[in-house]
């Protein structure tokens, strides 16, 4: 299958310092930037994704809610279904490679945006909660026949990965963790809570240069090349648009979501094949800009993060990758996903 490519003209960035330090939001990177470029709608319309856009329509805590996905078929099916969970400043869209390596390898794929991301629903009162997510993922995969998945999750979508087996484990044949949050409490270590109301302040001043230099300083780890703008615009876009409030006031209740719901205690009642595809150079922290000097030293060691989880989860394999970042996917795609498809293929199909 061909995937449309949406990729939007890059824009001239300057990339004279290289950063090393991650604060854990593209806030704390916050600048006076320019307001020229696109404008999205609240459910990032105009943005196009690489694969026709579906919507799953549910009632959740007494509102109706709309769910994007995509869900593509393989040309030659090898029997099993991967279903994509995208982090915190990611959508489905930015797994567009990942989706033509696994559908090219015979997957059928599977890739929503969650609720108060991207395409999907922004509900102005809304119990975030990892439990709550995983449950609109069931539901969603149970309306299209997608039974004993491989999950795989990357950055706060590795959260909701591991929140989703641990409560659908029969169904969840293979854990795929890529550069996940939450393999830390940053809470029990000292990084101060932030009210939703303060990550909402700190939402609303979103650029796209804030954006660009937190991706550059840890997605790539201080590397950039044009092929990563569009998804600075993508996000930025959002914040152009109307629906800008909407969609601070949902990252806002996504950011308290994801520091107060660690799942680093739980790791060692996974039961399932668990593959650990850690770039080196993370240093992800949520709120670590906040956090004392002391406390931000500690926290966001992705090297030590990785042999953690890999020693506490029962049947987990680690990949390291010495060189990326928080999303190596996107920084060497043929690297990654040569050891993606080397760790699916350990897994028998009828697992």
Known sequence: MKFRRRFLPAVAVSL????????????????????????????????????????????????????????????????????????????????????????????????????????SSKPAHYQFSFQQLARNTHALLAS??????????????????????????????????????GLEDWKA??????????????????SADGIRRYEQATYYAGTWRPEYEPWVQMLAGL?????????????????DMIYTQPVVYELGQLQMPTLLLIGQKDTTAIGKDVAPPAVRAKIGHYPELGKAAAKAIPHATLVEFAELGHAPQMQDPRMFHKALLDGLAAVPTNH
């Open 16 to 119: 004279a310092v290289a950063f090393s330090v991650s604060s854990g939001s593209i806030t704390a990177f916050a600048a006076d930037d320019s307001t020229d470029g696109p404008a999205y709608g609240p459910e990032l319309q105009g943005f196009n994704y690489p694969a026709p856009v579906q919507q799953f329509e549910f009632t959740s805590q007494g509102e109706t809610l709309h769910m994007a996905y995509m869900d593509i078929r393989p040309a030659h099916p090898n029997g099993r279904t991967a279903v994509l969970l995208h982090g915190k400043n990611f959508c489905s869209a930015t797994w567009e490679t990942t989706i033509q390596w696994l559908s090219d390898a015979g997957y059928r794929v599977v890739a929503p945006d969650q609720i108060g991301f991207c395409k």
């Open 144 to 181: 299209i026949g997608a039974e004993n998945v491989t999950m795989i999750g990357h950055s706060t979508g590795g959260m909701l990965a591991i929140r989703y087996a641990l409560m659908y484990p029969k169904e969840t044949q293979q854990l795929v963790l890529v550069n996940p949050i």
């Open 189 to 206: 270590k000292g990084v101060p809570s932030l009210s939703v109301d303060q990550w909402y302040e700190r939402e609303l001043k979103t």
């Open 239 to 255: 914040y152009r648009g109307p629906g800008r409030k909407e969609v601070a006031w949902d990252s806002a209740l996504l950011y």
